[in-house]
């Protein structure tokens, strides 16, 4: 279940249904807060972003995300084992990771975002315009680790 929620935090909030002004220490259990933190220091040396590009992205204006942030969207996909090997989400396996109380949000933004998002052979890109398109769809859903 910590799995699951792990991946819907990480995909709809990128994954995650968290308000933008609500601190995920103060509602997620403390295993999943560490499995998140190791991912996010895994994909922070990874990619080369920093925690203050996260906050700017986190904010509710629009923001140009860097090569090193469109990088780190796509090493948490990575992570939480939701792309294929061409580094595409995989719909199905993000809709079936993420609790079914949630399924009425992660419908609306994975059919929204799936016929939205323009292809591109960069799986950094892909990333950033799936996480592009939740933050627009879902804002109060929408929180990246």
């Given at each position: 279940m910590l799995k699951m929620l792990a991946v819907?935090?990480?995909v709809l909030t990128s994954l995650t249904v968290l308000a933008v002004d609500v601190q995920p220490s103060t509602i997620l259990p403390s295993e999943?807060?560490?499995?998140m933190s190791w991912f996010h220091a895994?994909?922070?040396?990874?990619?080369?972003?920093?925690?203050?590009?996260?906050?700017?992205?986190?904010?509710?204006e629009p923001?140009?995300?860097?090569?090193?942030?469109?990088?780190?969207?796509h090493c948490?996909?990575?992570?939480?084992?939701?792309?294929r090997p061409d580094g595409d989400i995989d719909l199905i396996d993000v809709y079936h990771a993420i609790p079914k109380k949630f399924n009425s949000i992660a419908l609306k933004v994975?059919?929204?975002?799936?016929?939205?998002?323009?292809?591109?052979?960069?799986?950094?890109e892909r990333a950033y315009a799936h996480h592009q398109c939740w933050k627009e769809t879902?804002?109060?859903?929408?929180?990246?680790f």
């Open positions: 819907f935090l990480a999943l807060l560490a499995q895994v994909c922070l040396r990874e990619s080369g972003t920093s925690d203050d590009q996260i906050a700017q992205f986190n904010q509710p923001v140009e995300a860097s090569r090193e942030l469109q990088c780190y969207m948490m996909f990575r992570m939480h084992n939701v792309t994975l059919f929204k975002c799936h016929k939205s998002v323009v292809a591109s052979e960069d799986p950094c879902e804002p109060q859903h929408y929180y990246l």
